[in-house]
Nanobody
Framework: QVELVESGGGLVQAGGSLRLPCVAS????????MTWYRQAPGKEREFVAG??????????YYGDFVKGRFTISRDNAKNTVYLQMNTLTSNDTAIYYC?????YGQGTQVTVTS
């Protein structure tokens, strides 16, 4: 079965950086698009970033709010997709989820302090 396990969250000061890995299993990783979503307290889950399948050349796409601060990448040999987040603000405080189609991981908490 499909399993997604995120890690790398934590407490960071505003202006800082974090890198979130998501390790996937149960499917041929390179053949699928992978995405990151986030959900802040009291808000709906929102799209953060996506990495296309091998058929798309692993094209990348981002939510409007990212504004060049985040980068999604993947290592197909390790079945891992990463979210590099720079210049973090308190607005980035949320639980970050890895996603493939209808499956989400358990999430990893990111808290940005000012």
């Amino acid at each position: 079965q499909v399993e997604l396990v995120e890690s790398g969250g934590g407490l960071v000061q505003a202006g800082g950086s974090l890198r979130l890995p998501c390790v996937a299993s149960g499917f041929t990783f390179s053949e699928y698009s992978m995405t990151w979503y986030r959900q802040a307290p009291g808000k709906e889950r929102e799209f953060v970033a996506g990495s296309g399948s091998s058929a798309s050349g692993h094209s990348t796409y981002y939510g409007d709010f990212v504004k060049g601060r985040f980068t999604i990448s993947r290592d197909n040999a390790k079945n891992t997709v990463y979210l590099q987040m720079n210049t973090l603000t308190s607005n980035d405080t949320a639980i970050y989820y890895c996603n493939r189609h209808v499956v989400y991981g358990q999430g990893t908490q990111v808290t940005v302090t000012s």
